[in-house]
């Protein structure tokens, strides 16, 4: 009895089993702009120079400058938190209740953190000009917290009519009364 033997694999199995071949590299296509080899890095980097530290007065205008772009980071959350707000609809729903929650708690608690919001940024020199940009990061903070008031509004939550102050309102007291069919005032 004889037993069949399996048939070879295909070629593709072989070439993908074998270790690739390293080509020579002659072509005529010179390599792109800014590509090195291994080889050609280690050589370049003995040539090239090191860069020199920054100085302090340039490392105070680059923190003052981060300062700044984190002092406008929730002006430029308002047009997001507007369109938010503006889609969400002026009905009580979980949706635009949790909506108006978070527009109210992250301006407030970003007002009181606003020390160690900056800490990183101060140093003796930046203080003064540290002032003008937590005067700005309150006053953008502000603005969501405006915002947060127009929406409460727009829900009918803020007693801004006659009509929701009437508990407190004494009733009216008749000067005169009217009794139909006498003719006469009491």
Do not use: H
Request: glycine letters at 6%; charged letters at 15%; proline letters at 11%.
């Amino acid at each position: 009895m004889m037993t069949a033997l399996p048939p070879p694999p295909p070629q593709w199995v072989l070439d993908l089993a074998a270790t690739p071949t390293t080509k020579p590299k002659i072509s005529s296509i010179p390599d792109p702009p800014g590509f090195t080899t291994a080889k050609q890095q280690r050589g370049a980097s003995a040539k090239t120079p090191q860069r020199k530290p920054p100085t302090q007065e340039e490392m105070e205008t680059l923190k003052v400058k981060k300062a700044w772009e984190v002092a406008i980071a929730p002006a430029k959350q308002l047009p997001m938190n507007a369109i938010g707000m503006y889609m969400s609809g002026s009905s009580l729903q979980i949706f635009s209740i949790m909506m108006v929650f978070m527009l109210f708690k992250t301006p407030i608690t970003a007002v009181l953190n606003i020390q160690r919001t900056f800490l990183p940024f101060e140093t003796p020199n930046t203080s003064g000009r540290l002032i003008q940009v937590k005067l700005v990061f309150l006053a953008t903070n502000c603005a969501a917290l405006a915002l947060g008031i127009w929406k409460v509004n727009q829900m009918g939550l803020l007693p801004t009519t006659r009509s929701d102050w009437l508990a407190w309102e004494e009733p009216r007291t008749n000067l005169e009364l009217a009794v139909p069919g006498l003719g006469i005032g009491i």
